[in-house]
């Protein structure tokens, strides 16, 4: 049989999707080809998601490793390349706890609920042109409401454990997520009215100059939030080890634990993928039509280096700090880089409502300025002064001691 998909079916652009659809096709009828298909993307998505995550456990243990003077993983395989593997063996061997009192169905939910916005997310990111498992007309808005599941799956985590240490490190999840969400969905609107579109592709096409130089703010918010979001030093406090032991999933073990793990290290690069097509022009570079897959992963890659890089140099803010950063610093910032690319656009764009490369220049340089000047000011604003304890003596206990 020879199946062929009909140009307007959604996945008809998907050239991956065509490709397996059409070959399954001369073997079975279209409408079991059609599900084979559609189950072959999931398999290759699902085991792409936790390959690379297993991959980016085993670089940043060894980046980590380096910038703190000592070695890393380096006893199973070359340079230590199997200590993925033997990690998910001992996971996998090890017997799988749940606490007495916990709510059994909510506690066995949660590592799905975990890993499922990771992967429901990378469905839509396109690693070269015509890639995507699904080219949504939505795309940005499917990103940010898939992964506010995250916030839902912390509170489960913490609340279906019955644990207090579980218990803290959820609410300070949950907290961290909500404060962080408004400021990151805000710096995204900048880039959906500079590209016209809410879809992933149509952003990536709009970036004649990279929206990274058009929108170092929204950028920069965008990827202070997503640090946040992804429980990343410095702002790891839902599992902050001194005081919380393993914060909302510290009752977790054997698979469960880790699929947590896959899903917390497979955010990381799913985060990244999101910024490499938000900002940094997704697969775009020299001869991209053949080398589009590569220019895309070698972004991702520096993006994920400058996550490891972060968590190995910066320490652990304080709760307080960590809030105060996100109301008073990158929630102002948002907004005036919003205000300011909605009047640039307004000014700017042409009759048909599109924006020249020079338009992106103009924009570039306006945007730098403000970014710059903002960052002084409300850096300057809520810089927190700190004062040397006072020394208590005797005269200072007598004059506590006469009030």
Known sequence: MNCVLGSDNILNDTVLYRVIYEAVGNVLPCGLSYVVAGLAMMMILVNGVLVGAGLFSWVERRLIGRFHNRIGPNRWGPFGLLQPMAD??????????TPKSADRLLFAIVPVAMLAPVILTMAVVPFAKDTALANLNVGVLYILAVTSITSVAIFMAG???????????????????????????????????LAGSMSLDDVVSAQNVPFLLVQPMAFFVFLAGISAELNRTPFDLAEAESELIAGFHTEYSGVKFALIQAAEFGAVLTSSAVIVTLFLSGWSGPFSEYFGWAWFLLKIGVLAFMFSWVRATLPRLRIDQLLAFAWKFLLPLSIINLFATALEVYFLRDDAGTLATSDLWVMAGINFGVAFACLIIFGTLIKEKVRPARLITGDTLSAVEAD
Not at 159 to 185: C, H, K
């Open 88 to 97: 998910l063996v001992k996971l996998l061997t090890k017997e799988d706890l």
């Open 159 to 193: 609340w279906a454990s019955d644990n207090r240490y579980a218990m803290f490190g959820a609410s300070r999840g949950v907290a961290v997520l909500i404060s962080y969400e408004v400021p990151v969905v805000m710096s995204l609107l900048g880039v959906v009215l």
